[in-house]
């Protein structure tokens, strides 16, 4: 749980200074029937939940997110991943909701994944972990929830890969959730949205300390890690934004590497991720995105009949990426079926990002859907 701020992140509207915790389990068994044991779940949670226990929200996080959505750890300077939304009065409100984030499993940020250690070898897993899908993460998750003797859920949200999650958790469980909030994502990776991981996943196998994934901590494919998340940082951004923000200027010092600012930036992203995140993490994340598939058109429509919770899909114009007719797709199949369902497609520059990033709209947006859960309909926006 949150303990009380800092005097230095005193703002009222943050939940302050907070911890990861580990939580433990006996085993989870997994789509491919391979078990996972011991599984560790690392998470936190914001709020407090309620006498009834219906007043929790699960946030699912995106590829490169983690367990650590709002709040600071202890001599951070920088807050979680969803700190906009998350806090007293914010569109997740603390003062009203338990908030619960978890890391994915297949993840390098606490939970069970390659860096986890094998009682067998003692030594990391790394490549020999088992294949995890987004079904596998959404199984862990709902343990999670489960273990706080949670029996439905207030709401799912996410963005990207955790939009994904969200709508897996609509159909997996549909009767341990009352809200679902799928955010610039998908219900099926396209062909193009396959080739930008692959092209990153080639990068990092090309790595000549790769060693078939089994290197070492001082051994890391860590130019190929990079190269991976340059290609990715690409796709987050809008053409207006990289046009905005850097045009065709010059880097700035003495850069010899590239040619022009934007080069300058995508190195540095993709230097300080290798810091903070685990090459073999990265292809077995960018896995399960591009396997997770509800499918399109008909397959879809069936894939969503038994889903039971209202849903705010919000796509983002300047997404190209996850282009708004993927969201379009998911809400044309919840209207078949006759779920309440409200779409919203912002006028955003940013991209693929703008779920991520501070908009009074989206607050007010999320706020909204969240409060008006008596109205079947919920709120309608212009």
Not at 10 to 36: C, H, M, W, Y
Not at 173 to 191: F, G, L, R
Not at 249 to 276: C, H, W
Not at 319 to 344: C, G, M, R, T
């Amino acid at each position: 749980m949150p303990t009380t701020a800092s005097s230095e992140h005193k703002d009222p509207q943050s939940v302050g200074i907070v911890e990861t915790k580990i939580a433990r389990f006996d085993s989870l068994t997994l789509d491919n029937g391979e078990i996972i044991s011991p599984l560790e779940i690392a998470y936190e949670t914001y709020g407090v939940l309620s006498e009834k226990k219906d007043n929790a929200i699960l946030v699912c996080h995106a590829l490169s997110g983690d367990a650590h959505a709002a709040g600071f750890h202890e001599g951070d300077k920088r807050p979680g991943w969803w700190d906009f939304y998350i806090g007293p009065g914010k569109a997740f409100d603390t003062d009203k909701y338990f908030i619960i984030s978890s890391n994915v499993i297949g993840g390098c940020k606490g939970s069970s994944g390659p860096l986890t250690i094998s009682s067998a070898t003692n030594k990391a897993y790394r490549s020999s972990f088992p294949f995890v899908s987004i079904a596998d993460m959404v199984r862990a998750q709902e343990v999670l929830v489960s273990s706080f003797g949670i029996e439905t859920l207030f709401a799912v949200a996410g963005g990207s890969m955790g939009g994904m999650q969200a709508l897996q958790w609509s159909v997996a469980y549909p009767e341990k959730m009352k809200n679902c909030i799928v955010m610039a994502s998908t219900a099926e990776h396209s062909a193009q949205q396959i080739a930008f991981n692959e092209v990153g996943r080639q990068a990092i196998l090309a790595d000549p300390n790769w060693n078939n994934g089994m290197y070492e901590d001082d051994t890391k494919p860590s130019k190929g890690l990079a190269l991976a998340r340059m290609m990715g940082h690409i796709t987050y951004l809008s053409d207006e934004m990289m046009r905005d923000k850097f045009g065709r200027k010059p880097p700035k010092g003495n850069i010899q590497t590239t040619d022009f600012a934007v080069g300058s930036y995508l190195i540095y992203q993709g230097e300080s991720f290798v810091d903070r995140f685990d090459a073999n993490s990265y292809i077995y994340v960018t896995k399960a995105l591009d396997h997770y598939s509800l499918g399109t058109g008909k397959e879809l429509t069936k894939a969503l009949s038994g889903v039971k919770c209202r849903f705010l899909v919000v796509a983002y114009t300047s997404d190209w990426l996850y282009p708004p007719y993927q969201s379009e797709e998911i809400v044309k199949s919840l209207e078949v079926n006759a779920i309440p369902v409200i779409f919203v497609e912002l006028n955003n520059p940013a991209g693929h990002d703008s779920f991520l990033l501070q908009s009074e709209e989206q607050d007010s947006i999320i706020k909204d859907f969240l409060e008006f859960t008596d109205d079947p309909d919920g709120v309608i926006y212009g």
